[in-house]
């Protein structure tokens, strides 16, 4: 995968670090991610694409997206890829029709859809991330306790804007549904708990969906050590094996 970034700001208004520790995250999943697909994310600070980022670290998302015809053209999509995701999905459309799935355009690419061109997606963070903290761009020297890791932020808002999205019940949904369990063979399709990621029909529980009524359903719900999780203060985050 090739990202580009495209700052909203130039580069005189942008604290110093700032584009070196987006550019690291974007590296950190160009080497993680092999397909043949490139997208565009544009960076933004204290907003995303254009809105003032309020009461939040940082926010993103995808521009753009695709809808499948039907839930059985999603699941051809995700089984002819060989890398096992299909295995375990079920053979008729779980919402029983009342649903639209989608997928980002990033997505989509990847996928080899047919007309999925133009994948893009916009982050952005705010310039004070709280009472009495701070960012720090580069941990490569250590993390002060007051201080938010930045380049786990920045990849867990470009993952949002990649397509890393748990719709919930609002009537649209998205491969990552697929994989959110309750309990063995029993997908949890609403923003309630219990809720948890599995490859393998519910079998193995390799962590917990932050389903709480402010969370983000896609996120983990307290993981403090992975970039997908809460991000605490103090602590790195990076991307974990999960």
């Given at each position: 995968m090739?990202?580009?970034l495209q700052w909203d700001q130039s580069p005189g208004q942008l604290p110093a670090g700032f584009q070196t520790a987006v550019q690291n995250a974007a590296n950190i999943l160009d080497a993680q991610i092999t397909d043949n697909i490139a997208v565009t994310?544009?960076?933004?600070?204290?907003?995303?694409?254009?809105?003032?980022?309020?009461g939040a670290l940082a926010t993103g998302g995808a521009d753009n997206s695709y809808t499948f015809n039907s839930y059985s053209d999603m699941v051809a999509a995700l089984s002819k890829q060989g890398n096992g995701l299909g295995t375990n999905l079920p053979t008729?459309?779980?919402?029983?029709?009342?649903?639209?799935?989608?997928?980002?355009?990033?997505?989509?690419?990847?996928?080899?859809l047919s007309g999925a061109t133009g994948a893009s997606g916009s982050i952005g963070f705010s310039?004070?991330?709280?009472?009495?903290?701070?960012?720090?761009?580069?941990?490569?020297?250590?993390?002060?306790?007051?201080?938010?890791?930045?380049?786990?932020?920045?990849?867990?808002?470009?993952?949002?804007?990649?397509?890393?999205?748990?719709?919930?019940?609002?009537?649209?949904?998205?491969?990552?549904?697929?994989?959110t369990y309750s309990a063995p063979g029993v997908l949890q399709l609403n923003q309630a708990t219990p809720a948890y990621f599995s490859v393998n029909g519910g079998t193995t529980n390799l962590n917990n969906f932050d389903m709480s009524s402010t969370g983000d359903?896609?996120?983990?719900?307290?993981?403090?050590?992975?970039?997908?999780?809460?991000g605490p203060t103090g602590i790195p985050g990076p991307m974990s094996a999960t």
């Open positions: 090739q990202i580009t994310i544009h960076v933004g600070w204290g907003e995303t694409a254009g809105s003032t980022i309020s008729t459309d779980p919402t029983g029709g009342s649903g639209n799935w989608n997928v980002s355009m990033a997505e989509a690419e990847a996928l080899g310039t004070n991330p709280g009472s009495g903290t701070s960012w720090c761009f580069d941990t490569s020297q250590g993390i002060g306790s007051t201080q938010y890791d930045f380049v786990s932020t920045a990849l867990h808002e470009i993952t949002h804007a990649l397509g890393r999205i748990n719709s919930s019940s609002n009537g649209s949904y998205d491969p990552l549904n697929l994989y359903p896609a996120d983990w719900a307290t993981t403090l050590t992975d970039s997908f999780g809460p």
